[in-house]
């Protein structure tokens, strides 16, 4: 990032700045980014992480990649042989795309050349999805053999930078189906960003503004799990945008995009959530309206339940995946991470350097600030954070009031 693109997205979060997408053509209402050497980084902040809009990359920003070259036969076709050779053994997460449950589809683990017989046995289109793979995190870094190159306009990534620091998890993900196999309508993960790019097959994109989901719930306030079995009535007072991405292309999904996919050819997608400056305060709403969800369930419990605040907090992890006590340590983790590249001023530290780390610093605090005022993490043992809350913040601003001028 550089001093220009970071000024101009603090004008933007102080309602000063333009959010438009410039000149970039569309295709189907969504704009298509042909020329990786005509698309800077600051192009990408402008013109669609702070108007948060989708977009796509054509297939060259992933003509480099090892996954395009060996995964894939010279007929554009997943190469079987190649996988089993290298993951055969690997158990992955399997999905049944033709049984509902709740708003998902039921998940079952079987080693790869299992699921690759089942793939091959189905010429006209199966059921059976693999879904959430870890590739990255599961396989040791020879077996990875530059699968991929991320793209420098998702390197600001605090999910999985959060993620690799702790040694446990990610949200790095394969996805691989036969034809006719699906996601259900949905939104991102603590509504944050994601990419998705094709190695190989295409898939149709149904994809919803924030907010053009509340004309789709039912009586009951659910939303729908299939928007393609909805009356006609109701898509047409709500219509999504379409996209069919083609192989190689890379689909931006933006925060808080409700959408759903389908394969239209036998596929191999690589897919990352991620959070960072953009989207942080967009994660923040997202999980004060889970924890009023789940308090206004259990209201009735709210004066003879015993830690009754406390037990929120453990119901919202259970549904959400984080509570505030770990949205606190996530942002330290990132927090602590940018005090020390401002302090040493090391530019070349992960990330897009100094001027980037200067921007975060600035949605930590206005985020943290939020955080530690908020009523509900008053009441969240904090005992054992290290620094405190209000410690951290403090850190933060002080660097932030020394580094404005760089």
């Not at 070259?69 to 076709?77: I, L, N, Q």
């Not at 449950?101 to 091959?120: A, C, D, F, G, I």
Request: net charge negative; charged share 20%.
């Amino acid at each position: 990032m550089d001093r220009e693109t970071r000024a101009a997205a603090e004008r933007s979060f102080r309602g000063q700045g333009s959010r438009g997408q410039g000149g970039v053509p569309a295709r189907g209402g969504v704009a298509f980014v042909a020329d990786p050497d005509a698309f800077s980084y600051a192009d990408f902040v402008k013109g669609f992480l702070l108007p948060n809009r989708p977009c796509v990359f054509s297939s060259a920003f992933t003509a480099g990649w090892g996954s395009r070259r060996r995964w894939v036969t010279p007929a554009g076709k997943p190469d079987f042989e190649y996988l089993l050779r290298k993951y055969g053994d690997v158990v992955v997460p399997v999905a049944n795309c033709g049984v509902q449950e709740y708003n998902s589809h039921p998940t079952e683990r079987m080693p790869l050349r299992e699921y690759v017989r089942y793939w091959k046995e189905c010429a006209q289109g199966g059921r059976l999805y693999l879904k959430d793979w870890h590739l990255c995190r599961d396989c040791p870094p020879e077996d990875l053999e530059d699968v991929f190159t991320l793209p420098v306009y998702f390197s600001s990534d605090w999910l999985n930078e959060f993620w690799d620091a702790l040694d446990v998890d990610d949200y790095r993900f394969v996805y691989a189906g036969p034809r006719g196999t699906w996601s259900p309508f949905h939104a991102d993960i603590f509504r944050s960003f994601s990419w998705s790019a094709n190695v190989c097959g295409r898939k149709k994109w149904l994809l919803f503004r924030p907010g053009q989901e509340e004309a789709l719930r039912d009586s009951h306030g659910n939303l729908p799990y299939d928007v393609t079995s909805l009356a006609l009535s109701c898509l047409q007072r709500s219509p999504p945008l379409e996209v069919i991405q083609e192989p190689g292309e890379i689909v931006f999904v933006p925060s808080g995009w409700h959408h759903q996919v389908h394969n239209l050819d036998d596929t191999i997608s690589i897919n990352h959530n991620w959070i960072n400056g953009y989207n942080l305060a967009s994660t923040w709403r997202f999980l004060q309206q889970e924890l009023q969800a789940v308090q206004q369930e259990i209201s009735q419990w709210r004066d003879t339940m015993p830690d009754w605040h406390q037990h929120c907090q453990v119901i919202m992890r259970s549904c959400t995946g984080i509570n505030f006590k770990e949205f606190y340590h996530f942002l330290k983790v990132i927090a602590e991470r940018r005090l020390l590249v401002l302090r040493l001023g090391d530019s070349s530290s992960p990330g897009l350097g100094l001027q980037q780390a200067v921007f975060d610093v600035g949605r930590l605090v206005e985020v943290l600030a939020s955080l530690v005022v908020h009523p509900d993490f008053q009441h969240v043992d904090g005992s054992a954070f290290s620094p405190q809350p209000k410690e951290l913040l403090r850190q933060l601003e002080d660097v932030l009031a020394t580094t404005q001028a760089l």
